[in-house]
């Protein structure tokens, strides 16, 4: 009777793709009414998890979208800004942000 070779099975510990993720410092930064100074989206989702439904609509109301706005000149994300935009609520912004922010290195 033969014995089985045993399998040899290399593991690679491979980086995780995507774009790095834009940080912005100083007067670049987005600043919330009456909240936090947001330097990238991925401060801008976690703001969006606790920030008031009041916050949220001085900067998303009508046509007028600063979050947008923001991401779109300063982080250069359009496919982000143009789902932020899309955003019928603060729920639906910050599905947006979590959804792109899946495409950068983190």
């Given at each position: 009777m033969a014995?089985?070779?045993?399998?040899i099975v290399k593991m690679s510990m491979q980086k995780k793709e995507g774009?790095?993720?834009?940080v912005a410092f100083g007067a670049r930064a987005f600043f919330?009414?009456?909240g936090?100074?947001?330097p990238s989206l991925?401060?801008?989702?976690?703001a969006l998890r606790t920030m008031a439904d009041a916050q949220y609509r001085?900067?998303?109301?009508?046509?007028?979208?600063?979050f947008a706005k923001w991401v779109e000149e300063v982080l250069l994300d359009s496919a982000c800004a143009k789902d932020l935009r899309g955003a019928k609520d603060r729920?639906?912004?910050l599905k947006a942000a979590?959804?792109?922010l899946g495409k950068y290195r983190q």
């Open positions: 014995v089985p070779k045993k399998k774009k790095p993720l834009i919330v009414n009456n936090p100074i947001l991925k401060e801008l989702a976690a001085h900067h998303a109301a009508g046509q007028r979208n600063d729920i639906g912004a979590e959804k792109h």
